[in-house]
Structure formats: structure tokens, C-alpha cells
């Protein structure tokens, strides 16, 4: 069993960055690809970003490219999700997921990762 903790949201204005963190612990995750989603009410899980467990492939939605950076840390089983020039339609409740199932690849859809932590809220104000 995998438990996934995110941390670092928060409230900012417009333009500002955040680092947001997910610690994993119970079994060790550096063989698996991670991620982040976001969601608001009323919609679907949105993928963010990813990453290989080696972290030698990043891959995130179009709308995030050029702002938002993935990257892991292994020996300390974190993955962190860089933030950058936040807009008020990033708002949402950002997760970290983890994927058994794929080592080399990066699912971009939810149903492919099978562990989730509970949400860090990160809201952007105008």
C-alpha cells in the first residue's frame, strides 16, 4: 500500500509561482510513474503532469507547458510540481498519483493511476 501526502497550496495572486510536494511512503515509488491532476467542482480530473520513475521523461497538458515543471527525487520518494505565472483558471485541488502499471510511459488519463493523495487547494486570484 502507497500513501501519497501533497502540501505547499495556498492562495496567491496572479503571475505568482508555488512549489507544490508530494511525500509517498509505505512502499518505495522510484519504480513507477508519478503525477499530478487538478480539479474543480463539477468537473473531471484533469492531468497536469508527469513523470518516468527514473525522471528522464516529463510530459504536461498544453496549458501548463512553459509554466509548470515536474521533477522527483527518489532517494527521499518526493515528487514536486513548480508552479509558474499561475492564472486564475489554474485554480483547483491539485493530486499527486501514482501509476503500478507504467514504468517508461506517462498515462494522461486518471483511471490509469491507482493511488491518489487527498488534494492540496491551490486558488489564484485576479
Same mark, same amino acid.
Given at each position: 500500500q502507497v500513501q501519497l501526502v501533497e502540501s505547499g497550496g495556498g492562495l496567491v495572486q496572479a503571475g505568482d509561482s508555488l512549489r507544490l510536494s508530494c511525500a509517498a511512503s509505505g512502499q518505495p515509488v522510484s519504480s513507477y510513474t508519478m503525477g499530478w491532476f487538478r480539479q474543480t467542482p463539477g468537473k473531471e480530473r484533469e492531468f497536469v503532469a508527469g513523470i518516468t520513475w527514473h525522471g528522464?521523461?516529463?510530459?504536461? /497538458?498544453?496549458?501548463?507547458?512553459? #509554466?509548470? &515543471? =515536474?521533477?522527483?527525487?527518489?532517494?527521499k520518494s518526493m515528487v514536486y510540481l513548480q508552479m509558474n505565472n499561475l492564472k486564475p483558471e489554474d485554480t483547483a485541488v491539485y493530486y499527486c /498519483?501514482?501509476?503500478?502499471?507504467? #514504468?517508461? &510511459? =506517462?498515462?494522461?488519463?486518471?483511471?490509469?493511476?491507482?493511488?491518489?493523495?487527498?488534494?492540496?487547494?491551490?486558488?489564484?486570484?485576479?
Open positions: 528522464g521523461r516529463t510530459n504536461s /497538458a498544453d496549458a501548463m507547458k512553459g #509554466r509548470f &515543471t =515536474i521533477s522527483r527525487d527518489n532517494a /498519483a501514482l501509476s503500478w502499471r507504467f #514504468r517508461d &510511459t =506517462i498515462p494522461i488519463f486518471a483511471n490509469e493511476y491507482e493511488y491518489w493523495g487527498q488534494g492540496t487547494q491551490v486558488t489564484v486570484s485576479s
